[in-house]
C-alpha cells in the first residue's frame, strides 16, 4: 500500500484523538440488557442502547433465531431473485407491513439500505426529494445518492418548520413527484415529527410522505407501531421505513413498507435488493418473533413509556434540564464536545454507560449526553443510574 496514503489516515486519526473525537470502542461480554458485562470495567448500567423493548435477550427471540439455522442454513448465498427466498422473509415482510399498517413491505439487511433504496429507486430526473434538515445520516446520504444517481433534484427545510416545507413544495410546483422525508422520532433530540400537520401539507401538494420510523416502531403508540399510531394516523403515510435493529430484537435489518406497487417496483428495481444478499434467515426470524412478541405483549411499550417518564421526571427533580420530550430518548444538553466526553466518562467509572455526543453529529455548542432509556430497566436500575448523574452532575456543578 502506498506510504503516503497510511502517513495521511494515520496522521489525521491522530488529529482526532487531539480534537477529542476519536472513539474508542467498549467490548461488551454479554447480550444487550438492561445490565451489560463491559471488558475492563464489569457490570455497568446500558443508558445508551436502542433495545428499547428488552427483545434483543427476549427467549422467545433468541430460539427463534437457533430454530431458524437449523431449518434454513446460514443463508441465501445470492441475491433473492436469483438464488430463491426464504419462506420466513415473505412472513417477516407480511408482519412489517401489519406492524405499521401498510399493505406490504419489502426487507433489507438494513434500514440504512432500506432508506437507500427508496429516493434513487422510485424517484427520476423530473423530480424531487424533500428533508428535514435534522434528518439521519442515511436519509441525508439517500437524498445524495439519489440525486448522483436519478440526476433528480433535492431541497431541505429547517427542522420541523411546515412554513418552509410548505414554500420549498410550492417552489417544486413544475416536478414530476415530490418526495418528502422526515424521522419520525429525530434520534439526537427525541422529538417527535409533527406527523398531522405534514401529511396535510403534503396532500395539499400532492406530495409523497416517507416517513423513518427507526426510533418509533415499538416505541410510539398504544401497541408499538410507531409515529402514525401515536398521532391515530395509522394507514395514512405513504412509505415507511424502519429498522429491525433497535426495539425489534435488535440483531439487524430493515423494511421499506408501503403500498403493493411500491413495494413490488422496489423488488424490481432497488439496487441494494437486487446486488446483495438478503437479511438471514436467523435474524429474519428473531426479527420476526420480536413483532409476534410486541403484539401479544403490547403492555411492554407502556412499560418503555412509564419507564421514561419516571427517569425523565427524577432527573428534572435533581436539577438537570433535559430537553423536553416524550420519547425514552432523553438528552442532557452540555455545550462543548469535551464536556458531554467528560460527563460520559465520569458517568462510566459509576458504573453507567450514556454516550456524549459532540459535532459534527450534532450542531456546535449543543454537544450532549443521550440517555436512552428501555422496558428492561427495573426501577433499581433507574434510581442507580440517577445516583450516578447526580454525583457526576454535582462534581461538574451542573445542579
Ligand atoms: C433514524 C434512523 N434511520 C436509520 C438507521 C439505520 O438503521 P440500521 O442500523 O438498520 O441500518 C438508524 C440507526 O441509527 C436511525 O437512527
Redesign the pocket.
Known amino acids: 500500500m502506498s506510504h503516503g496514503f497510511e502517513h495521511r489516515l494515520e496522521a489525521e486519526l491522530e488529529q482526532f484523538i487531539r480534537d477529542g473525537v476519536y472513539k474508542r470502542l467498549n467490548y461488551l461480554d454479554s447480550p444487550q440488557a438492561a445490565r451489560v458485562r463491559m471488558e475492563g470495567r464489569g457490570d455497568v448500567i446500558i443508558l445508551s442502547s436502542n433495545n428499547y423493548l428488552g427483545l434483543s435477550n427476549q427467549p422467545e427471540v433468541i430460539a427463534a433465531g437457533k430454530a431458524a439455522l437449523d431449518r434454513w442454513g446460514a443463508g441465501t448465498a445470492s441475491v433473492r431473485f436469483i438464488c430463491g427466498t426464504f419462506t420466513v422473509h415473505r412472513t417477516l415482510e407480511a408482519a412489517c407491513a401489519r406492524l405499521v399498517g401498510t399493505s406490504a413491505s419489502l426487507s433489507f439487511v438494513?434500514?440504512?439500505?432500506a432508506?437507500e433504496a427508496v429516493p434513487a429507486t422510485l424517484l427520476g430526473e423530473s423530480d424531487i426529494v424533500i428533508s428535514d434538515q435534522l434528518n439521519?445520516a442515511?436519509?441525508i446520504d439517500a437524498a445524495r445518492l439519489a440525486k448522483a444517481i436519478t440526476k433528480c433534484q433535492t431541497a431541505v427545510y429547517r427542522h420541523a418548520d411546515l412554513a418552509d416545507l410548505e414554500a420549498k413544495l410550492t417552489a417544486a410546483r413544475d416536478r414530476r413527484t415530490r418526495l418528502v422525508i422526515t424521522?419520525g422520532v429525530f434520534?439526537m433530540e427525541g422529538s417527535i415529527a409533527p406527523l398531522p400537520d405534514l401529511i396535510e401539507v403534503c396532500r395539499r401538494h400532492d406530495a409523497v410522505l416517507m416517513v423513518?420510523d427507526?426510533?418509533a416502531t415499538g416505541v410510539l403508540g398504544a401497541q408499538g407501531r410507531g409515529t402514525a399510531e401515536h398521532f391515530g394516523l395509522v394507514g395514512e403515510v405513504d412509505i415507511i421505513t424502519s429498522?429491525?435493529?433497535?426495539a425489534l430484537g435488535g440483531a439487524?435489518?430493515?423494511f421499506a413498507a408501503a403500498s403493493a406497487a411500491v413495494c413490488d417496483y422496489l423488488t424490481q428495481r432497488a439496487r441494494p435488493q437486487l446486488f446483495s444478499n438478503a437479511l438471514p434467515p436467523t435474524v429474519a426470524a428473531s426479527a420476526l418473533a420480536s413483532i409476534e412478541y410486541l403484539e401479544a405483549h403490547p403492555q411492554r411499550v407502556q412499560t418503555l413509556r412509564d419507564n421514561a417518564r419516571y427517569f425523565r421526571e427524577r432527573l428534572i427533580e435533581l436539577g438537570f434540564h433535559p430537553l423536553p420530550g416524550e420519547t425514552p430518548i432523553i438528552p442532557v444538553i452540555l455545550g462543548e464536545t469535551a464536556a458531554a466526553i467528560r460527563m460520559s466518562d465520569m458517568l462510566l467509572t459509576q458504573g453507567v454507560f450514556v454516550t456524549g455526543f459532540g459535532f459534527p453529529v450534532v450542531p456546535q455548542g449543543q454537544a450532549r449526553v443521550r440517555c436512552q432509556i428501555s422496558a428492561s430497566h427495573t426501577r433499581d436500575d433507574l434510581d442507580e443510574a440517577l445516583a450516578a448523574f447526580q454525583q457526576v452532575g454535582r462534581e461538574l456543578k451542573l445542579i
Request: no cysteine; aromatic share 4%; hydrophobic share 25%.
Open positions: 438494513s434500514a440504512w439500505n432508506n439521519h442515511s436519509i424521522d434520534s423513518d427507526s426510533h429498522t429491525l435493529g433497535k439487524a435489518g430493515g
